[in-house]
């Protein structure tokens, strides 16, 4: 059995911890990640590409991101950056299809108990996408959110609340 250092006890969701290894982090945050990152990218096989290929940058710059105080934020940065990264080559790639006219290959969403709800989220602008499934799936506080995505607090607070209002128009309209 490897040694792995103890949660502290303040730590939540995908928050703050001390590991030894990158393979403690894996195991505590992978599943998580990966799933919040899927509502994200809309895709989870885009998600679990971009998680795993954080934690092999992880372990590539293990002596450097050990020291940080939240190696799991460095973590969830780099792999919403891939993700963007897709979403751009994706668009990309579109408009060159439109402009050649062929058509883009389906993507598949993640698997989900609510179609209208996955629909609705689907719709939604990337950051708002971002700051939703971060602080609902991944339960981060909105602190957290602000940090995995690059934004001030405030900014993250916004998207979130766009996420919410545009989810409750949406889904209110297709009640009707």
Known sequence: MSSVAEPSKTAQGCGRRGYENPEAIFRAHYASLARALSVVAGDSDVAEE????????????????????????????????????????????????ARTR??????HPPESNDAHLWQAVRRLPLKQRTALALYYVCDLAVADVAVAMG?????????????????????EASHE
């Open 50 to 97: 971009a998680v795993q290929e954080a934690f092999s940058r992880l372990c590539l710059n293990w002596g450097r991101v050990s020291r940080y105080d939240d190696p799991v934020a460095w973590v969830r940065r780099v792999a919403i950056n891939r993700i963007k990264d897709e979403h751009r080559l994706l668009r990309r790639r579109a408009i060159f299809c």
């Open 102 to 107: 062929e058509a883009p290959a389906d993507i």
């Open 151 to 171: 934004v001030s607090t405030g900014t993250a607070l916004k998207h979130l609340d766009r996420a919410r209002t545009r989810l409750r128009t949406q889904l």
